[in-house]
């Protein structure tokens, strides 16, 4: 299969996908054709590990995975698709746009792009599997073998959110055959609006955080900030309580906080400044077992408004394999069931965040730990992407 269609902007990782050993050994013995998954996401596969990177790389060897990202603006040239190859059996689309295309043009271009490439493939086991409901406007006439809406956040709610989202998400309602949630808190939102939704949250690679636990190097670029450390990964945006962290830093001097991810959607001069408050940037997901090795305490410092209310952070079972104790702002998917099973701190205050670090400090993790790893036991992304698989195998089977 050629990398990419013409014109085409090369780039030095284009390639051809090409099936891995162990991919080709687990798919003896299954039928000829494998389908193809054709995945549309709002966000970047080279951005944050998370649910769908684990999700789409265990899916691969089972189908073949395409995944769409939204597209760039370019200066020059014509419409093309980007392709590259970031893991093995993925490969990632990025539709290059003239920075001069109205919204519509945007969406037009888009349909032609897919089109032409599809007309080149077999399309008899497509899987639709969609993480934006935007897609739908450039996807709507496609026929697929089965469509999945794996709804991972209420994107509807997040700061610059497009207008017209709510009305796409009621299409795809209409147009998937299984639904299919990332917490609690969206399942209870969503199960009366489909009648096949399921709730699988987020889950945890166990073996990659919990090397934490062991004797790893600390970061160079963490090295010099004393401890205690209390530390938080994950994207810099309306969802940080920026006068929450401020007020807690300011709490005790010598505590300091590491805060590593990207920042997005708010001003780098808009987050809290001081002495023990430390921005790191963004690092790779092989690298943060490194950074959580060395931390005393792990936080979710989220603010309480819209964009937070049906959110399950996927750092939570994470910050627990690596055995570091976690305080969190009331999230209701961090209350249930973190929360009630003593597994997290829960701290709707300057004053109770405080106090819960200091508790964290002071606690003996023995027992702790064995109550986590007992929970730990019963999850894992192997498991979850497993029984989501078997859901899409199915319909598939009925639709057949």
Same mark, same amino acid.
């Given at each position: 299969?050629?990398?990419?269609?013409?014109?085409?902007?090369?780039?030095?990782?284009?390639?051809?996908?090409?099936?891995?050993?162990?991919?080709?050994?687990?798919?003896?013995?299954?039928?000829?054709?494998?389908?193809?998954?054709?995945?549309?996401?709002?966000?970047?596969?080279?951005?944050?590990?998370?649910?769908?990177?684990?999700?789409?790389? $265990?899916?691969?060897?089972? &189908? %073949?995975?395409?995944?769409?990202?939204?597209?760039? #603006?370019? !200066? /020059?040239?014509?419409?093309?698709?980007?392709?590259?190859?970031?893991?093995?059996?993925?490969?990632?689309?990025?539709?290059?746009?003239?920075?001069?295309?109205?919204?519509?043009?945007?969406?037009?271009?888009?349909?032609?792009?897919?089109?032409?490439?599809?007309?080149?493939?077999?399309?008899?086991?497509?899987?639709?599997?969609?993480?934006?409901?935007?897609?739908?406007?450039?996807?709507?006439?496609?026929?697929?073998?089965?469509?999945?809406?794996?709804?991972?956040?209420?994107?509807?709610?997040?700061?610059?959110?497009?207008?017209?989202?709510?009305?796409?998400?009621? $299409?795809?309602?209409?147009? &998937? %055959?299984?639904?299919?949630?990332?917490?609690?808190? #969206?399942? !209870? /939102?969503?199960?009366?609006?489909?009648?096949?939704?399921?709730?699988?949250?987020?889950?945890?690679?166990?073996?990659?955080?919990?090397?934490?636990?062991?004797?790893?190097?600390?970061?160079?670029?963490?090295?010099?900030?004393?401890?205690?450390?209390?530390?938080?990964?994950?994207?810099?945006?309306?969802?940080?309580?920026?006068?929450?962290?401020?007020?807690?830093?300011?709490?005790?001097?010598?505590?300091?906080?590491?805060?590593?991810?990207?920042?997005?959607?708010?001003?780098?001069?808009?987050?809290?400044?001081?002495?023990?408050?430390?921005?790191?940037?963004?690092?790779?997901?092989?690298?943060?077992?490194?950074?959580?090795?060395?931390?005393?305490?792990?936080?979710?410092?989220?603010?309480?408004?819209?964009?937070?209310?049906?959110?399950?952070?996927?750092?939570?079972?994470?910050?627990?394999?690596?055995?570091?104790?976690?305080?969190?702002?009331?999230?209701?998917?961090?209350?249930?069931?973190?929360?009630?099973?003593?597994?997290?701190?829960?701290?709707?205050?300057?004053?109770?965040?405080?106090?819960?670090?200091?508790?964290?400090?002071?606690?003996?993790?023995?027992?702790?730990?064995?109550?986590?790893?007992?929970?730990?036991?019963?999850?894992?992304?192997?498991?979850?992407?497993?029984?989501?698989?078997?859901?899409?195998?199915?319909?598939?089977?009925?639709?057949?």
């Amino acid at each position: 299969m050629a990398c990419c269609m013409k014109p085409c902007i090369q780039h030095p990782r284009l390639c051809t996908v090409k099936k891995p050993e162990r991919l080709r050994k687990s798919m003896e013995g299954r039928t000829k054709i494998r389908p193809t998954i054709l995945c549309f996401s709002h966000l970047r596969w080279n951005f944050v590990y998370q649910r769908p990177q684990h999700l789409l790389s $265990r899916a691969a060897a089972h &189908a %073949d995975i395409f995944y769409v990202e939204e597209p760039i #603006l370019v !200066d /020059e040239g014509e419409a093309s698709l980007r392709r590259e190859c970031p893991a093995d059996g993925v490969e990632v689309i990025t539709p290059l746009l003239p920075s001069s295309y109205s919204a519509a043009q945007q969406m037009d271009a888009q349909r032609a792009l897919l089109d032409a490439w599809l007309s080149s493939r077999s399309t008899e086991h497509l899987i639709l599997w969609y993480y934006t409901p935007m897609a739908l406007l450039f996807t709507d006439h496609l026929q697929a073998r089965v469509r999945v809406y794996d709804c991972m956040d209420q994107l509807a709610a997040f700061q610059g959110a497009p207008p017209q989202l709510l009305e796409q998400e009621e $299409r795809l309602f209409k147009a &998937a %055959d299984v639904v299919f949630t990332g917490g609690r808190s #969206l399942f !209870d /939102e969503k199960r009366n609006r489909h009648r096949n939704v399921h709730l699988f949250p987020s889950s945890v690679d166990v073996p990659h955080f919990a090397a934490a636990r062991s004797d790893l190097a600390d970061a160079v670029d963490q090295q010099e900030i004393p401890h205690p450390r209390i530390g938080f990964f994950g994207v810099l945006d309306e969802r940080l309580d920026c006068e929450l962290l401020q007020s807690i830093a300011a709490c005790n001097s010598a505590w300091h906080f590491v805060l590593i991810g990207p920042v997005v959607k708010i001003r780098h001069d808009s987050l809290p400044q001081a002495s023990n408050i430390h921005y790191l940037g963004q690092k790779s997901y092989k690298e943060l077992p490194t950074y959580l090795a060395h931390w005393d305490v792990a936080m979710l410092p989220f603010a309480q408004n819209a964009s937070t209310r049906f959110i399950s952070p996927t750092k939570t079972p994470e910050y627990l394999a690596a055995g570091k104790p976690v305080i969190s702002t009331p999230i209701r998917d961090v209350v249930e069931p973190y929360g009630r099973l003593g597994l997290s701190h829960i701290a709707g205050t300057a004053e109770e965040f405080c106090t819960a670090i200091q508790h964290a400090l002071d606690r003996p993790r023995e027992g702790w730990l064995s109550d986590v790893d007992d929970f730990l036991s019963h999850t894992s992304w192997d498991r979850t992407f497993a029984e989501m698989w078997n859901e899409v195998s199915n319909i598939a089977a009925k639709n057949n």
